[in-house]
């Protein structure tokens, strides 16, 4: 079991910054890759970016610039930082774990953490 908490959203003015933090406790061992995807009212979740359990980063062509995703292993915490934000960026923004272990493997998910922003 793995427990996944996101915080540092809120409202931010365009153009201004943020920085998303998602803790993962339980049986952290097994988390491979993490990521962080958005979901704005009506529409698809969809993937900002993934870090793996060595670093290695992918961003959205939508993000590439703008956000950085990173990852903390020694405290179990992923990040995005989050800057240059527009007016559609607005959404909740959730943390998958992708679990992988002898017995099962499954993706946990936070219960994401508001990102408004202001013209």
């Known amino acids: 079991q793995v427990q996944l908490v996101e915080s540092g959203g809120g409202l931010v003015q365009a153009g201004g910054s943020l920085r998303l933090s998602c803790a993962a406790s339980g049986s952290t061992f097994h988390i491979n890759a993490m990521g962080w995807y958005r979901q704005a009212p009506g529409k698809q979740r969809e993937l900002d970016a993934t870090?793996?359990?060595?670093?290695?980063?992918n961003h959205a062509d939508s993000v590439k610039g703008r956000f950085t995703i990173s990852r903390d292993n020694g405290k179990n915490t992923v990040y995005l930082q989050m800057s240059n934000l527009k007016t559609e960026d607005p959404a909740a923004y959730y943390c998958?774990?992708?679990?992988?272990?002898?017995?099962?493997?499954?993706?946990?998910w936070g219960k994401g953490t508001q990102v408004t922003v202001s013209s």
């Open positions: 998958p774990a992708q679990y992988r272990s002898s017995e099962y493997g499954r993706d946990y």
């Open positions: 870090v793996s359990s060595g670093g290695g980063s």
